[in-house]
């Protein structure tokens, strides 16, 4: 008996924080540039999402996948991006950086030639800046996007031309807070 209400308690216990993923949310995503080329490919293969037993699934930020289809070496200029939604614009914050850096510059990314990267985006202002923690181990604290619609302005360097990716995704039901999702149970 002991054994089953712990269990109980430690599967409560797991439910309740946070988990990132990128199963959520369905999406559509367009993508515009000035430059009429295939010579970088930008596409967001999934959103940055938090599962919390009392507010249900949440987006949080977007994956960004660039890839360099060029002989040129590529920068990607993270410091010169941004995200917006509901009409402001954000500085962006990405994965694996710590949380005492949102609101700094985020460091340039680099892709080489034939190379593909992708980076997880998420609006500086809604990271726990108080935490010097990696991105990732305090994920219950960041604020969700309430917007469906949801644009990131990607700034890039190819070689020596400067090129700006506008990604706009659209997210169902996004807008409002999503209902919890059903209570894990561990009876067979």
């Known amino acids: 008996m002991k054994r089953i209400v712990g269990l109980f308690f430690a599967s409560l216990l797991l439910a309740s924080c946070g988990t990132f993923s990128n199963i ?27 599962n919390r037993l009392s507010t249900g699934l949440q987006v949080v930020g977007i994956d960004v996948q660039i890839k360099n289809n060029s002989d040129k070496p590529l920068t990607v200029r993270w410091a010169d991006s941004s995200i917006e939604y509901k009409g402001k614009s954000h500085v962006v914050f990405l994965a694996g950086t710590f949380y005492s850096d949102a609101g700094k510059p985020m460091p340039d990314g680099h892709i080489r030639p034939g190379k593909r990267a992708t980076a997880g985006v998420v609006p500086a202002d809604n990271v726990p800046a108080a935490a010097a923690t990696a991105y990732g181990s305090n994920q219950g604290s960041f604020d969700p996007i309430y917007s469906q619609d949801i644009t990131c302005h990607v700034s890039i360097k190819l070689g020596d031309e400067s090129r700006v990716y506008v990604i706009r995704i659209l997210v169902e039901g996004a807008d409002q807070p ?3 999702g059903p209570t894990p149970s561990i009876l067979p």
Do not use: I, N, R, Y
């Open 24 to 50: 959520g949310p369905k999406f559509t995503f367009l993508v515009t540039s000035a430059s009429q080329d295939d010579l970088v490919s930008v596409s967001v293969p999934g959103l940055e999402t938090v």
């Open 178 to 180: 999503q209902s919890p």
